[in-house]
């Protein structure tokens, strides 16, 4: 059907593909969530104080989280094949790649959790102030809790960036269902093998932002 040949594909392999993008996706969403979480924060507490050296930790932090922004990951990938190296020993495969997927989400992270903070009724932080609570108080008990529909919101849609960033990594020997997609489908021209990797990453950014989506609904105060 639609010239695809079934025998081409080996289903081993793609679940092979499928379990190393599944940990690359699990892995770098966990640490991008340690990461980044803190990093908005910090770039949201830091951006309101009137202090001359506060505000200049908030420019540097916001001047290298614009720069980790801007590479393409491609590019950031193989820029950071030295420091992956030590960091985990290798460049390639599913260790190697999980430090450029945390490297090029835990910023764009750590903007959503800023942009989420600062939506929060500034008439409740102002009350949890009039009330004598710390900042760590403020952040744990108000900031938080009163953000966090944004904040899952936005994790959602940085575990789907991260799905086309596994996929993307096939280009360098990232591994998973990118790389099987890449090695069969463009360089071998079995596109069946390259047809069923894109709907194994359809289905898995539907199941991503279902999830999101119930979680979001669950955590909006009506």
């Given at each position: ?13 793609v ?14 969403v ?25 505000q ?68 409740v932080?102002?009350a949890?102030?009039a ?13 938080l ?27 360098v ?22 047809i ?24 909006t105060?009506?």
């Open positions: 059907m639609f010239g695809l040949d079934w025998n081409e594909i080996s289903w081993s392999e679940s092979t593909a499928s379990i190393d993008t599944l940990s690359m996706l699990g892995f770098s966990l640490f991008t969530f340690i990461l980044g979480l803190p990093l908005g924060v910090v770039l949201f507490m830091t951006g309101r104080s009137k202090s001359m050296w506060v200049a930790i908030h420019n540097v932090l916001s001047v290298i989280v614009n720069i980790l922004r801007s590479v393409p990951f491609i590019i950031l990938m193989i820029a950071i094949i030295p420091l992956t190296k030590i960091l985990v020993g290798t460049s390639i495969g599913v260790k190697g790649t999980i430090p450029a997927l945390v490297l090029a989400a835990a910023p764009f992270f750590a903007r959503i959790v800023e942009t989420s903070l600062r939506e929060v009724d500034r008439g932080i102002e949890a102030q009330m004598g609570a710390s900042t760590w108080q403020i952040v744990r008990k108000v900031l809790p009163e953000s966090m529909p944004g904040l899952i919101a936005g994790l959602t849609i940085t575990a789907v960036t991260l799905v086309s960033y596994t996929a993307m990594s096939g280009f020997g990232g591994g998973g269902l990118g790389d099987l997609a890449i090695r069969y489908g463009y360089q071998r021209y079995e596109f069946t093998v390259m069923v990797a894109i709907v194994i990453l359809v289905i898995l950014v539907q199941i991503l932002q279902w999830i999101g989506d119930a979680f979001v609904k669950r955590y105060r009506k």
